[in-house]
């Protein structure tokens, strides 16, 4: 999953964009004002926005506005300093998912954060079944049958893009875009490592296999016995 | 003071008047008359005496002398008093008289009118001196003989009908007062109604609710017209000065929000899992550098409302002297080290012995913000002036000058205010807060000076303030 963060103030920025990292495991970009936020969030790839409002340049409302607008339906989780009424009224109306008041709980922020990007893909629960394998994606840990299954995290990260997109074929490009941040060179071939190593982890040894690849499509996270 | 009701001063005020009028005109009706009746009674008073003088007549006898007939008498003017009367001769030797008689002092007459008293009944006289009677007979003798004659009548009936008049008079003026009262009464009542419901309006105003609508009848009251305009500007003031203050407390709160949220998330994350010493130190440093800020920003944040608060309430300031070029001096000094940092230079030009009322401190402060501004914005390499310039004998003018990128046209009005910058991450970064410039205007505005920011032609921002200086 891949988390764009615009935030002006430096500090509160590399908070939030490193307890995402550390908290979730997610690829995060941060942007320092509204216009930087805007582009970045028109023309990458993005799995949930965190939104300041004082932005310099760009207002974060204006911002919301003309991403949504612009028919962009990514979850946005706003920060702001501002917890009267009226005002979050006015911030859920211009389309935001959710938001948090300054100064916030970070292990509230992520719980919101998770939350909002399970939702963002269509599942309710922080635990994806497929088969008998159980992905936690608040404890950050994935079993098979009886079996705790350890995974490094670029492969836990391959492996929750493809649950939380469950029975779907998951292109290579699409994978790459959501699981690196801008400032990772993005080689496709990469992609297949982890994605050997995720079968080795999980389907050696198994009747039913779970990870498939659909060849000239991608990859899809599904279980079907192996004939 | 005690309380007192406005209309019923009013109606009080009316109805005094009024029973001041009644009683006036009464007594000028009653007056009036007395005077109209008095002249009539007159009338009547001789011609009944010159009646009763009609019923002396010649006897045949030679010489002829006088007889009486009282056959003839007139009826008296007051039913009850009947009319007093003495005829004599010219001798003094009587010729008639009434059945009642006239006190003996009236007896000799006085020659006009005269009141008297009788037995507690008020009286009036006329005597007829000297007058000749005559006779419709040829008889009469030659020269004719002559008579006095006193004629009485009663002025208790005159009386009655004066002070009847004066009952009627009197009851009908009570009456229409009474009547007059009751429509004054209701006419104030009414008349005042457009001050309830000012009141009523007015009273509505609080915190949450600003808007005054006054009726529109208060508003074409000549009375009340200047009333309803000045609450209406004293509303408009007071809520300008609320709002302020709120604005002010809301950007408060969200700049110390915002502040504590850095301290609180910076902890949060560094508590997210076990680390390596190294980085919980670097963790610590920069979290101690945030508590700095923050402090920072408390301390100026006391410091404007200290300033504003003392220029509230204890108006003018009286300060010692202070010489100007020094604190100039004393702040660049503050200063070199970050001008140092960013290779900028800083320049005193014209330094003139300039004496003013001031604090040395506040002064100190003025000079200091303006030039950790002007540093921030300036480019590397660049030089940042202040200049003194002697305006007047009791003015001078301190401008201070970078070369920086200047100040976007529509934000020039507003960066004198609380929380304004340019760019917010930018002063954020540097500790700005925008209270800077904000503590900057209220310190001169303290010293009954003024501070004016403009772009300078070219390229830079630069920064006057005018302060009242003593003559040298």
Redesign the interface.
Known sequence: MRVLVVE?????AA??A??LR??AGYAVDVA??GQEGFYLATSGEYDLLVLDL???KLDGQVLLSRYRAKGHQTPVLV?T??DEKEWVVRLLNAGADDYV???????EFLARAKALVRRGKGQRSPIITVADLRFDSSARTVRRGQQDIALTPMEYRVLEYLAHRCRAVVSKTELLEHLYDYNWEKFSNVIEVYISGLRRKLDDGRAVKLIHTVRGHGYVLRAERES | MKRFSLSGRIIGTVILCQLLLTAALTAASVLYARVELRRAFDAALEGRAISTLALVRYTESVPPDLLFDPTLLPPSSDSVQKDLFVIRKATGQLVARSDGELPPEQEQGSGGYIDFQLAGVPYRAVTLQNVAVLDDEDDAPHPRLRVTVIYASSLSEMHRHLAELGFYVGGTSLLLLLLASALATWGVRRRLLPLRELAQQASTISASNWSFHPPAEAMVVTELAPLTEAIESVLHRLHDAFRQQRDFTSDAAHELKTSVAIVKSSLQSLLQRPRPVAEYQAGLADMLEDCGRLEDLLARMLRLARIEQVADSEGPRIFGTTELTSTCEAAISRMQTLAGQRNIALELVNPTAVHLHADPEDLELIWVNLLENAVQYSPPGSKVTVRIDREAAAAVRVSVEDSGPGIPPEELPYIFERFRRGDPSRARATGGFGLGLAICKALVTALGGRIEAANRPGTGTRVCVQLPATAS
């Open positions: 002006d103030e430096p500090r509160l908070n939030v490193r307890a550390e908290g320092a004002d004082m932005l310099p920060l300093a501002r008041a300054k100064p916030f709980d970070l292990g």
